[in-house]
Structures are given as structure tokens and as C-alpha cells.
């Protein structure tokens, strides 16, 4: 299936990139990311022009990016402004792809599509990683896998009682209450556990009494791979304001047809100065993404073998209703981007 | 070419399956298999019906395999008969394949055609590993290559000459009597050696008197890659019921059209007490199988570069005549197979 | 694009070619090489027509070479002279293809092409490494890239001021005066740079007075890609002939597609005795093509992902003269091979 192109994706987390050039293959296609002299991120397609080097692997010079095979520079238009061979004048065809970026959220989004239609408003809200009493911390992982694999698992969150024993506990997805919402380009996934016991995740930041809690566990997912997972337990009946929150975010950019980079970012509203306790709450995490899912979406991956999903006629169980819905909503997305005419015509 | 589907295949030597499920793909298809509770084993299609988890990487519940990923729980025949989530309605469609097993001669026999077919009598005899008096040894291999080519290697053992000292001795092969026979599903390749200096590897068993035996290397072949040596010394002008014997199983499961598992046995009718000795002829067998034939198949897969065998138009030497008819009687047997009403008209 | 069959391409360099035969890939067909028992040069296809064995993993027997599986032998004309099997005939069709070979200039130089037409005198002409007063060294590459992006990289040193400090000033390519010629199957690039800071590499053996020299680099392309770099210093205004010279042959032999032999030798005409200077000098051009050229081809290799050079209409700067003309020699030279009834009617 071919990939939507006019949406924006996450190429690398802020702080990521600092002094050196980065090179990314998103939606098949090399990108170089590169800060110019005035802090500026810039992204250019990754292939000079000339003869194909990479300018990722180039320096930067002042607000362009030199090629490091033959020197041409480039700025943050892809315009070629400097020749240092012969007479200098830069040849015809010396230019690469500009592509529009955002810096927020922490992160550095990137819209691979048509520049004309790259409206910032669009990308998806993850400003609770900018409030003041907000704590969080990012990483990565690449997934062998194409990413609507994990838009699945993480819009069905029922196999965290098979696969996560750290942050489910035994019969969680049993006690569950579920909802299925969508609207414009969103599904949201709603469960509820009421007088749960802990997991041995929330165990770790909870301040409460006894060992029992309300528990809610809401994906909000934006086409095409964009999750928001707020996550939370309180007091048995008490208001979700006032309790332990692990907001995670899931932000997944499509590599090619058969991998995926899965940026990810978890916070917390519970001491901000443990720094301790927020290593350990990231690295559980880390190693139920990296030990249990991506193995896990990788060997799905494997069986597939790259038939189509719904060539493969999946058994279709209650968790899978959010899934399901945004395979429907992506796909139809992405035949209406392919097919401009035709949906002008309807 | 096709794989002949309805035909016995080892999938495991019946030791190697005990606590936990195995993955083995056969014939391009992966299949899990697995102890029930009872012992029995059981072999169903690896992949899950629901999100394509692997089975085999799941666990087992009394007489059930259930998916790592969201639980499902599935019998022996295949059928799903268990779903932990929602009101627990198992699907529609939540059904995997289930193979006709049996569990005979020390190894497990799987059935990946038609399971009407399946006729536990048609299972070729290797009922000399179960006598008393024969002591034997299990191994496998993984080889790069074709399984045709393996049954070429066995088939003609000429080779032995050139590439396995151990098994062999200094222009043996110049001085074999043969005899090609076949019928019904069967090759058989008779060699015999008269009045012969001792290989090094039944020198390691020889009890009579004197350095020289009449030798035999009797190769069955049953299609489409079962495999018995009847290999044997005895005095020189004795008989052969008298003399060692190491007879040896060698049974080949393609895995895909470029790989295959070799699983192989060997037996011993001398000193069944002898450990030390069924681990030298063991290790002196497996090298000869893994650092000769293996690398040597795998370069002759790698030379052929996935054409076709007679395309490329092989010389002929009288050593092949075997090999040549067993390839003949297979590729009928696959034309027969897969054109069955074509068949019927004849 | 197709290769160029009938020319000469080097296979190893003569003192490689000791005991042992070699296996070497030439545009994409397998090669053994070995010495027969008098010490000649033999090239043979190196798979066996009987069960496809490499012929390069088998044993040297005289004037033959003997099978590894199955023990034929072939002489130096490609014939099966020996059977060791049944009543020894040799079956029809055992013949493996003999290439026509020339040991010249340190190297060992095949024809793949029309042996009728394989003509001595055309070797392109590398005597320079033959003078009693030239101490030269050799090495090999292996270069995962389509020859012609070596022929291009070699055809315009301008890329040196960018990848290689060793090789190179601060600079240096925009002082440089050019000349591109050609005639027959060659293309010739001069360069000049006059009363020039010397490079680190010149450095080494500069015995002259002062720290300027006049600086030559003359590259000469033989089609389809074998290149002699005559690179030397003089004092300003003095004769080339005086100074140091360190000539260099680059030697590119298309194994596949998309990957190259790149066998290399680098002479000089100072110092002959001092093996650690001849040592450092080797050094820092190894260092310089395995660690700066080689990654950078590779790199653009896999950028054009198998796309042809002229489609991705590259950006054409004055440096790139030389190597265009090659190009268009060459295809015009391939064309020309591949339409031989066409090209007589022209």
C-alpha cells in the first residue's frame, strides 16, 4: 500500500540533533537533517545531484550543507549556491528536494508530501510535554516491521496481559471496559478498570492508599501513525486529575514498506526531581518495547511474508474495533490522496 | 519445481520434542509442534489466524497451544476453542491447519498433503532402529541447498572417494561392482567392494581376522527423500549377516525450495555398551556430513544459481544412474500429484 | 548495461597466483585460475559440467585440474581428459570453457569475450612497471559498486580537495589548469598545478629545494577501465622528468553489476632500497581508497539503487569532462560488441 504523504511525521527528537548532519530514510526516501549556523533545522533530499553522495555525510557551512565528494553547497531552499570547480557557475539542475519542518513538542516533524498543503495547526497535539509540571524523556527504536503492525498492537492494548507482565496485571484485559470513538482524522480507544490492583508499573509512582485503583487506559491515535496513550489511576471512585499519570506518546514514521522508526517519549505528573525513578519507569518501559513488542510485530512481519493484511482474512476479535477503524480511515486517506480527481468528482 | 506434498517427512527426531513447541517450516510452510498433556504430539500451522503471532512461540495448556500475543487458544484439530477476551465468542474463521502426525522410529512424521491420504503403512521402514541388538545415534543439519541435490550426493557415493577419507579408502571407487534396481517408490544403489583394505572407519569396528573384507554400500532410496545405507563389512568370502554394520538413516525435509533439514541416524550391531565408541563413529560421521558435504552441496546450489538442474545440461557418469532415476520417478510422482484428474484419465 | 566482453581485465596479480587455484567472479561468470605444473597461467569456467562443484576447490594434477567432488580432470583447453569412473569414457558435454590469459606487467590479464579475437598488443600498456628503476607494490580492492563509478571517481581527481588531506592541499582544485583528450579506446584528463604548496603525500619523497613544486596528475583511461595516474613534482619551472614520480595503475575488473575488483600498484622512482619509506607510501594510499573512496562509491552505488547513471540526469560540473567522455566511449564500445551485424551495415 502506498504510503500518505501529506501528514507529518516525526524525524528525530530535538535534542537528537545537535552539530552533525543526520541522514533518515523516511516513506523510502534518504532526508539529510541539518541545523544551520543560526539553529535552524533544515531538511533536504539526502542525494547530491551531481554524483549521488550523500550530503548527510557533508559539513556545514554557515545555512548550507557541503557535499563531502565534490564541495557543492546547498541551502535551505536545496538550491545549489556554490560551485568550487571551474568557473564557478552552478550547472543547471543542481537541486535537491526542500522539505517543510516544524520543531515542537520536542520533536522535529517533517511533512513529505505536497509544501503547499504543510498547514502546522495539523500536527498532532502533544503539547503535555511542554507543561512545567510535566517530566519526560525520549527514545527510539526501529521496528522490522511495516507501521501499521504497531498502529494494531498499540490501538488494541488487550495483549499487554500476554506480553507485558510488567505493566498489566493477571486477567487485566478480562476486567476491562472498553469504547471505540473517531472523528476527522483520529480513533480513540477507550478502556476503564475500576478497582483494579496495581501493576508493577504504577506501583512505582503510587502515593495513594491501599492497593487498589481506578485505572484508564486511552490511545488516541491521528492518522497515519501518530499515538497519544494517557494513561492513569486514581483512588477507587476518585477524579483522574488528582492520581499517578504516565502519558505516553508513539510516534511512528514509516521507513519503507518493511520497517518503521518508532520515536517514543513517556512523562509523568509525580516527583519531577527523581531522576532515579524516572530512569526506571523509562527503561521498564524500553524494555517491554524493545524485548517484548518488536520482537514480537517483527515475527508477524515474517508471516505475513508482505501479503496484504486483509487478503490474509484475519479472525477478528472485540479488542481489534480501533484497529480496524483506522486501517479503514488510512486507507481511505490514502486513496483519496492518490486520487485528487476523483474525489473532487464525487 | 514443486514439492511432492502427500509423502511422509520427518519434522523432529522424537527426543528433540519435549517441553516446549517447536517451529520447523516444511515445505515453504511453518508449522508448530508440540507435547499436549498426554504426550501426544500434535502439529498445527504455525501462524495465528487472528494477528499472525507464531504459535510455536506460545505456550501450552493441557491439551491446547495458546498465542503469545492475544491468547487464543487452539486444539489439535486446529480449532480455535478458547478466546479471553469480550464476551469470549471465538470468531469465525479462527481455525489453523492441523497435519496428520505419527510417532515412529525415533522420529516424528509429518504429512503436509492431503490428510485423507495419510497412511501410517506408507511411512518407510527404518523398524532396524528399534531392534534391541542396534544401538543408535541422532543428529541434523541444516543445508543451503535443494533437497534434490542431497538425494543426488547419497545416491551416488562414488564421491566418497574425493572428498571423505574417513569413510573411505585410496581408489575405492574404481573398484565397486553396481547394480541399479527400482520399484515402485524406491531407488535402490547396490555397491560392493571384494577383498578390500579396511576403511578407517570400520577398522574402528572390524573383529575379525586379518586387514581385508568384503564390503557392501546398499542405498535405499524412497520417495521423495527417505534415505537408508545399508553399509556393512564382512570376512572375505563370508557372509554378510556376520560382519559389522553401521546402518545408517538419512532423511531429508525440504524447508523451502533452497534449504533443507537433513535429520540422520546411525546404528551399530557391535559393543552396544560401548559409549565411547558410538561417539567416535558419531562425531567421525558428522564431520564428514558438515565440514564435506555440506559446504560442497551448498557451493553446488550456489554454482547453479537457482536454475533448473537439466537445463543446464550435466554430463552423465555411470555413477549417477541412480540418482538420474530417482530424480525421473520423483518429477512423475509431482506431475501425477499435481494434475490428479489428468491422471485419472490416462 | 551490459559489459564489454571482448577486452582484457586483470584476475590477479601474478604473484598471488601461487599454489592454489583461485576463484574470481568476472563479470558476473565464475573463474578458476590456476598454475599447471609448468608454471603457466590457466583459466578455466569453475563449474564442473558433470554435478556443478567448483573446479577452483579442486586439486592441481599436473598439467590438469581435478574436480573436487567427483575427481574429472580438465586440461588448459577446457577438455575432461580423465574419468575415473566405470570403464573411464569421457561422457560428451564435459568441457568447461578455457579463457584466453596473458601474464604481463605483474598481472594475470583474461579476455571473457571472442577468444578469436583476443589480441596480445591490446593489453594497454603498463611497462613503465617493468623498468629496472620503477620499485613498485601492489594491493587489491573489492568495491561494492558498478565499475564506471570507479572509472568516474578516478577520471575526476578534483574529488581529492574533498576526500582526501593526505593526497591533497587546501585548495588545490580550484589552482589546477585542465585538459581533457581522446583517441581510440582512450580518454586522457591533465591536470596542471604550478608552483603549488607540496602535498603531504609528495612530501615523503621531495629532494628538491623549497616547499613549491609544479605539480602534474595525468589520468589515462583505457576503456573499458583500466587507468594509469602519471603524478609527479619538479621545482617550479624545472623538467618532469627530474622529479619525484610515483605513477599509479588502477585496474578495475567488474566482477557483478554491482561490484568491482579494484587491483592497484603504485610505483616510484626514488629510493628504491628504502622499503619503509615504500611501506608508508603504499599505506597512505590504501588508506586512502579503502577508507575514503571506497565508502563514498558504495554510498553512491546505493543511492542510485540500480537506477541508470543518465536517468537520474545528473548535474554535470567542468570536472566531470573526462569521465563523460568515457562513459559515451564506452557505450558506444558495448553497443558496437552487442550489434556486430548492425554496426557492419553502418
Redesign the interface.
Known amino acids: 500500500m502506498p504510503f500518505l504523504r501529506n501528514a507529518w511525521y516525526v524525524t528525530a527528537w530535538s535534542e537528537a540533533l545537535i552539530k552533525d548532519p543526520i541522514r533518515i530514510t523516511i516513506l523510502g526516501e534518504?532526508v539529510a537533517i541539518f541545523r544551520n549556523d543560526e539553529g535552524e533545522a533544515v531538511a533536504l533530499g539526502?542525494?547530491c545531484?551531481?554524483?549521488?553522495?550523500?550530503l548527510s555525510?557533508g559539513k556545514i557551512h554557515g545555512d548550507t550543507l557541503e557535499?563531502?565528494?565534490?564541495?557543492?553547497r546547498f541551502d535551505r531552499s536545496g538550491a545549489?549556491v556554490h560551485?568550487?570547480?571551474?568557473?564557478g557557475v552552478v550547472?543547471?539542475?543542481?537541486r535537491v528536494r526542500s522539505f517543510p519542518l516544524i520543531e515542537r513538542h520536542h520533536a522535529i516533524w517533517i511533512w513529505p508530501g505536497d509544501p503547499a498543503l504543510a498547514e502546522p495547526a495539523s500536527i498532532p497535539d502533544f503539547s503535555v510535554y511542554d507543561r512545567s509540571d510535566i517530566v519526560s524523556s525520549r527514545d527510539y527504536l526501529h521496528v522490522d516491521a511495516h507501521y501499521e503492525l504497531i498502529n494494531?498492537n498499540l490501538l488494541?492494548l488487550?495483549?499487554a496481559?500476554?506480553?507485558h507482565p510488567f505493566l498489566t496485571t493477571e486477567g487485566f484485559?478480562?476486567r476491562s471496559r472498553a469504547k471505540v470513538e473517531q472523528d476527522g482524522r483520529a480513533v480513540h480507544s477507550y478502556l476503564w478498570n475500576d478497582d483494579e490492583p496495581l501493576t508493577p508499573l504504577f506501583r512505582l509512582v503510587w502515593d495513594g492508599d491501599g492497593d487498589r485503583v481506578d485505572m484508564r487506559s486511552h490511545m488516541h491515535w491521528t492518522a497515519p501513525s501518530n499515538l497519544f496513550l494517557d494513561v492513569g489511576i486514581t483512588e477507587v471512585g476518585g477524579e483522574p486529575e488528582d492520581g499517578p499519570w504516565l502519558p505516553s506518546a508513539h510516534l511512528l514514521t514509516p521507513e519503507t514498506e518493511t520497517s518503521t522508526h518508532y520515536f517514543w517519549m513517556v512523562g509523568r505528573n509525580r516527583q519531577p526531581e527523581n531522576d532515579e525513578l524516572g530512569g526506571i519507569l523509562h527503561n521498564g518501559i524500553k524494555q517491554a518495547f524493545e524485548t517484548e513488542d518488536e520482537p514480537?510485530i517483527a515475527?508477524?512481519a515474517a508471516?505475513?511474508a508482505g501479503r496484504d493484511f486483509w487478503s490474509?482474512?484475519?479472525?477478528?476479535?472485540?479488542?481489534d474495533a480501533a484497529a480496524v477503524r483506522a486501517r479503514r480511515m488510512l486507507a481511505k486517506l490514502i486513496r483519496e490522496e492518490d486520487q485528487p480527481v476523483a474525489q473532487a468528482a464525487e
Chains 1, 2, 3 share one sequence.
Open positions: 534518504p539526502d542525494v545531484p551531481h554524483r549521488f553522495a550523500s555525510q557535499c563531502p565528494y565534490h564541495g557543492l545549489c560551485n568550487p570547480h571551474g568557473d550547472p543547471p539542475g543542481a494494531d488494541d488487550s495483549h496481559a500476554f506480553l484485559a478480562g514480537m515475527r508477524v508471516n505475513m490474509l482474512r484475519p479472525a477478528i476479535l472485540a479488542g
